[in-house]
């Protein structure tokens, strides 16, 4: 009879890991470049309750077994294109493919899709191209992306593989500016989320891949002015979550149901 209450609790305890990542994906459905996560189950072990002699005796082939529940096999996420919005600021990028922005992140690299950049001037003089939460955005040379202090945005430009320009309207000639550092990954669902639209490169991921330097890449196109949105369906995760709690009243109901049970043959065992 413990095997039920055991079982039924381990069906609850996934299904509240299953209403807290459609929670988490609702909380995130206005988060630039956010991406969708779900959840994987898997079954606990299962238990034998014939002996080997006693299923050739019955010369059922099958053995009669009786699972134990079930658990989070993986969290995975999706990585499909969110739809853009359009914001017309210059330096507000959104990638349209497989790549991830390069940001520097204290000591560390790591990778992004969200593309709302803001120019912040240094010390010394300059101003570095950086996301939204300060960390500067990488060239593909791997180095922070620095501009001249009094460059009008007006005039400068990225096109579509990421080169950056800057027009300089007095001699109507196009300056080159570099290129940002635009990566694929072979298993991006292996990249670890570090918070604050950030990824972090993992065994999983293996190592990041520069697009245009890598041959068989699908290069993929920068687009300006505009940004990502998330790629978070409203109506099917609300049916998820309406899923998700169904099935957690039932393994409640269970519960129970196993409890009523246990009390009644506790009854029996008195009289």
Known sequence: MMRSLWTAASGMAAQQIQVDTISNNLANVNTTGYKQ???????????????????????????????HGVRVGTTDRSFSQGTFITTDLVTDMAIQGNGFFSVLNGEEVTYTRDGSFRLSYIEGGGTALVTSNGYPVLSAEGEPIIFEPDMNLANFGVDDLGNMYYLDRETNTTLDLGSLMIVQFAN??????LGGNQYGVTAASGEPLLEGEVDGLVRSTIRTGVLEASNVNIATEMVNLIVAQRAYELNSTSIQTADEMLQQANQLKRL
């Open 37 to 67: 996560e779900s959840v994987n189950f898997k079954s606990l072990l299962y238990q034998n309750l014939q002996t080997d002699e006693q299923i050739a005796a019955s010369n059922n082939p099958t053995p009669l077994q009786v699972g």
């Open 188 to 193: 991006p669902q292996g990249l670890s989320a």
